[in-house]
């Protein structure tokens, strides 16, 4: 029996997501996940026109347009609930999601 994979977020800290506010996302998630979670700046993500953009990976879910107040949401809800939050998500990746983004 397999142990489940540790889970990894991603924050991009590129240019135009630097630009919105990008380190003080990875700040607050680095602050709030639990400690079985990786946090970690990451390079381009290739969502510029919708960052910050936040990767939870091994699950596959693309976050966009994240603020720090959004941060205790993503902690509490989908990384300790299992239960993604339907209006941050991003919705090149989640189209299934309505979305006022689009």
């Known amino acids: 029996m397999s142990s489940p994979k540790r889970r ?3 924050v991009c800290q590129h240019r135009s997501c630097a630009r919105n506010g990008a380190a003080d996302v ?3 998630f680095q602050q ?12 381009c993500l290739g969502q510029c026109a919708s960052g910050p953009t936040v990767q939870v990976m091994p699950d596959g879910t ?4 994240i603020k720090p107040s959004d941060v205790a949401a993503i902690v509490e809800q989908h990384l300790q609930n299992n239960q993604p939050i339907a209006n941050l998500l991003h919705p090149r990746f989640h ?8």
């Open 32 to 43: 709030a996940a639990p400690c079985e979670v990786f946090v970690s700046g990451s390079d």
């Open 26 to 28: 990875l700040a607050t």
């Open 95 to 102: 189209p299934r999601y309505d979305s006022p983004l689009v």
């Open 8 to 10: 990894c977020v991603l």
């Open 62 to 65: 693309w976050y966009c347009r």
